[in-house]
């Protein structure tokens, strides 16, 4: 979305669904918008309220601080399942990002790849989310350092309870770094820009401080 300083992103819904729109769909879909209402009954609707669907479908997605050492919080982890999936193409490059929403799922995939797990913890409602999805996860260094070294999984307490109550978190946005193992090797409380959430990932990556 070029508004937002990013003209492709991934936008996850409450459905858990992946929902991916360039401004070049947003100009067709105001051009000709239709939807099918009862049975097979279809009425032309304004731009006005497309651009209201989409925008209520959208969950805000992440979250990021500090944290020394490693800490075992992973034992024993169960949650829902879903999986969300974008693929991004940044000059011409395609970078794949699927974002777990499953914990154990993510997990499972982490040790498969032999590859550390990034776990964005946001909230609904959360403004600091979504400037973090608009300004940090767009961001095609950032997508593509995550298709290629990191599983990367989304909680949120409205639907990943369960998990959360494990995973201790008192601040929206959070981003933790998670080894195979299951040590959180990296974390950071608030929003992080992209060159913070670049030093965060390098260090994680190869086993240094993550302050």
């Avoid at 991934?10 to 100009?27: G, W």
């Avoid at 290629?148 to 309870?161: C, G, K, S, Y």
Wanted: with cysteine.
């Amino acid at each position: 979305m070029n508004g937002f300083g990013c003209d492709w992103y991934p936008c996850f819904s409450h459905l858990d669904l992946a929902f991916c729109y360039s401004q070049e769909t947003i100009l067709i879909m105001e051009r000709v918008a239709i939807f099918q209402i009862h049975s097979a009954k279809w009425i032309s609707v304004s731009p006005v309220v497309v651009t209201a669907f989409l925008v209520c479908i959208f969950s805000c997605l992440f979250d990021a601080d500090i944290a020394q050492g490693e800490t075992s919080v992973f034992a024993g982890v169960h949650n829902v399942t879903s999986r969300a999936s974008a693929t991004n193409s940044p000059n011409g490059e395609t970078a794949k990002v699927s974002w777990f929403r499953d914990f154990r799922a993510g997990w499972r995939e982490s040790v498969r790849r032999n590859v550390p797990m990034v776990i964005y913890i946001s909230s609904d409602n959360c403004s600091y989310c979504e400037a973090m999805q608009r300004d940090t996860w767009c961001d095609s260094s950032i997508r593509q350092r995550l298709g290629r070294d990191f599983v990367a999984i989304h909680l949120t307490p409205e639907q990943n309870e369960a998990t959360l109550r494990r995973i201790k978190v008192d601040t929206y946005p959070t981003t933790l770094i998670g080894a195979p193992e299951g040590k959180v090797v990296g974390h950071r409380r608030g929003y992080q820009p992209v060159v913070a959430l670049h030093q965060l990932l390098s260090e994680s990556f190869r086993g240094g401080p993550t302050k």
